[in-house]
Every structure is written in structure tokens, then in C-alpha cells.
């Protein structure tokens, strides 16, 4: 019986040590992966990580019964190096096409994302030598008519994500999700320029933004779709007399994303252009993303964005008011005022009356001259 017992229990050893040793030798490999620097250790972490959500029925689950974690789908997104990708589509975009090739690519282009080229000033697709030029179009005057009945109109067209009050310091980006308006705006640092009160008894950056008593601080936020006109206006009468500029990561804006990347607008690089109209605080926000690294403000040729290197949280500041006779920046509603390269979102945050009234809907689509809203 003795001799019989051990002849079982050879067996039961020997199955025991092989199913142990693939664990051991995972472990081994995974506690080599945990002395990588950070870098390192995504670079190699990113092929398992993509297989573990690409790959149906849970394939590469036993890896994590021995210690191996998969980067989450944010970790995953953010680690894409989407400035160097922004990059690259730029100059893709700066490439001239043959004459042969551009009706064929545009002609794709706009079937994909359905644009109407019979609003633009030169309908010719052979008119547009490379991408950008497609992408930066004018439209015929007409297109577009002002709203000359409401105090602030569209600066571009769009869909409206969300719009209304800004309540304790946060702005909604999309239903659900807030950012702080700190964050967004970045710490208030000139009440000469920004037009902050300098009477506030609040510290709060909202109570500061408010200069006139009985006003409230307003937001509206603006998704330009890569199909939409890509330009965008002054979506009043107003002085800019001051420039935020916050180099940053860029991220897609789509709807979609922004509902599962927390404060994504305060993660991308964006031009903070601020000043003020009749009722006090403006501005007007435009915000990068995924092959959108350049934005451009008509009247500042010193704004360049989308620059290799940048420090994470920085920004830098420019005055109109210092650097231009004391005067600011005059817009009036509906000049030109800016332009993507191909679509993003604008945010603007100002001050009114409380009896201000948005004339809109959420996730309703609009375009550039059609009223926001009015007193």
C-alpha cells in the first residue's frame, strides 16, 4: 500500500511542477517588466493591452492570475502620441495634389462627411491644391447671413453640446461630465486684462468673472464635426484684450470621448482669447484635437501651436491692451475671427444679465450667424 501511495503521488508532483512553471516563468518576465522606467513599461505593455480588448473571449484573461495588469482603455488613449500624429497629418495636408487626384480625393472626403460645396465661394474641387486649402474654404457671403435681432450669434457652425449657467465653478462639457472652470481658464493673474473684478469678496475664479452686480456667468460649447466649415467667427461685438495659450494634448473632442475622459478640454491644447463686451466678461475658447494642431487667430501672427515640445500645464500670455496702444483687439459680430484645420470645438464663457436666454436644444445642430441667444 505504502509502495502504491508513492507511485501516485510521482505523477501528481511531476503534473503539479509543469503547470507551475509557465506561472513561474510569467512571473519572472512580469517582475522584469516592473523594474522598466514608465515609458519603457507602456512601449511594452501596449501590444498585450491592445490584444486584451481587441481579442474575443477573454484570450489573454490568465495573464492577469499571475500579476499582469492591463493599461485602462484612458491610460491606453492618452499614452497615443497624438501631437506627433497631428503633426504628420499637417504636413500630409500641406501636400500638393496633381491636378487628376483632386476630385477623386475631395470628391471621397464629401461623401464621407457630408459636405455641401454648393455654400462654398469656389465650388472648382480642382480649385484646391492640397488638403488644407480643401479643409480652410470660404463660403459665399449669402450662405451665411448675421442675426442682427439676437446679442450673440454662432461663431461657427456645429452641434451645441451643451449650454447654460456655470454653477460652483464648473462648466459641463457634455451631459454628465464637468470641468472646473480653473482648470479650463486657467488662475486669474491681470485684472487689467482678463477684466477681473477687483472688488470680489470671493476667491472663486466665477464670483472674480462677474464684474457687474446682478449678472451671471454663461457657458455655451460648440462641436465642429470634420464635414462642418471649418472657420470660425466673432460671435458678438466685443474688445479681445488679452491671450491664454495652454499647449497640450490632442485629443479627439468627439462627443463620444469626451463622455469618458475626465476635463478633456483642460487636457488639450487650446487659444483662450478674453476681454469684454457691453455687459462685461467675454471669451472665446478654441480647443485642438487629433489632427487639429493648428490653430489659427487672424489678428495674433505671434500664436503658434502644435510645437514639439511643451511643459505639461504651462501656458503663456500675451497682451493685447499693453501691446497695442492700450486699446485691445475691437471684433464685431460675425467678422472673421480664426480657423481649424480641419474641425474641433469652441467654448464660450461670458457674462450677461439673468434674464439672458439661450434660444437653443441640446445636441441640436447649428451653423455660423444664427442666434445663441438674447436678453
Not at 106 to 124: H, R
Not at 225 to 230: E, K, R, T, V
Not at 303 to 321: A, E, H, M, Q, V
Request: hydrophobic letters at 35%; proline letters at 6%.
Amino acid at each position: 500500500m505504502m509502495c502504491q501511495s508513492n507511485t501516485l503521488q510521482g505523477p501528481d508532483l511531476h503534473t503539479g511542477k509543469w503547470l507551475q512553471f509557465p506561472q513561474l516563468a510569467l512571473r519572472r518576465r512580469l517582475g522584469q517588466l516592473s523594474c522598466m522606467s514608465r515609458p519603457a513599461l507602456k512601449l511594452r505593455s501596449w501590444p498585450l493591452t491592445i490584444l486584451y480588448y481587441l481579442l474575443p473571449f477573454g484570450a489573454l484573461k490568465p495573464l492577469t492570475r499571475v500579476g499582469w495588469r492591463p493599461m485602462s482603455r484612458v491610460s491606453l488613449y492618452k499614452s497615443v502620441p497624438t501631437r506627433l500624429l497631428s503633426r504628420a497629418w499637417g504636413r500630409l495636408n500641406q501636400v500638393e495634389l496633381p491636378t487628376w487626384l483632386r476630385k477623386p480625393v475631395y470628391s471621397l472626403y464629401i461623401w464621407t462627411f457630408g459636405v455641401n460645396m454648393k455654400e462654398a465661394a469656389v465650388e472648382d474641387l480642382h480649385h484646391y491644391r492640397n488638403l488644407s486649402e480643401f479643409f480652410r474654404r470660404k463660403l459665399k457671403p449669402q450662405s451665411r447671413p448675421v442675426c442682427c435681432y439676437h446679442s450673440v450669434i454662432s461663431p461657427s457652425d456645429g452641434k451645441i453640446l451643451n449650454f447654460g449657467q456655470v454653477k460652483n465653478c464648473e462648466v459641463e462639457q457634455v451631459k454628465g461630465v464637468t470641468y472646473s472652470l480653473e482648470s479650463f481658464l486657467g488662475p486669474c493673474t491681470s485684472t487689467e486684462d482678463m477684466q477681473f473684478s477687483q472688488t470680489s469678496s470671493c476667491s472663486s475664479l466665477q464670483n472674480q468673472l462677474v464684474t457687474k452686480e446682478g449678472n451671471e456667468l454663461y457657458h455655451c460649447v460648440i462641436y465642429l464635426a470634420p464635414g462642418d466649415y471649418h472657420c470660425f467667427h466673432s460671435p458678438t461685438d466685443w474688445r479681445v484684450s488679452h491671450r491664454r495659450h495652454f499647449p497640450g494634448s490632442l485629443m479627439s473632442v468627439n462627443p463620444g470621448v469626451a463622455r469618458w475622459i475626465k476635463e478633456l478640454f483642460c487636457h488639450n491644447e487650446r487659444v483662450v482669447l478674453s476681454g469684454d463686451w457691453k455687459h462685461g466678461f467675454f471669451s472665446l475658447t478654441a480647443v485642438g484635437a487629433t489632427n487639429v494642431g493648428s490653430i489659427r487667430i487672424y489678428f495674433d501672427r505671434d500664436l503658434r501651436t502644435n510645437s514639439p515640445c511643451y511643459s505639461k500645464g504651462s501656458y503663456n500670455d500675451f497682451s493685447f491692451i499693453t501691446n497695442n496702444n492700450k486699446e485691445g483687439i475691437p471684433m464685431r459680430k460675425g467678422e472673421h475671427l480664426g480657423e481649424f484645420n480641419l474641425g474641433s470645438t469652441i467654448v464660450l464663457i461670458f457674462e450677461a444679465p439673468k434674464d439672458f436666454n439661450f434660444h437653443l436644444k441640446p445636441g441640436q445642430k447649428i451653423r455660423f450667424g444664427e442666434a445663441l441667444g438674447s436678453l
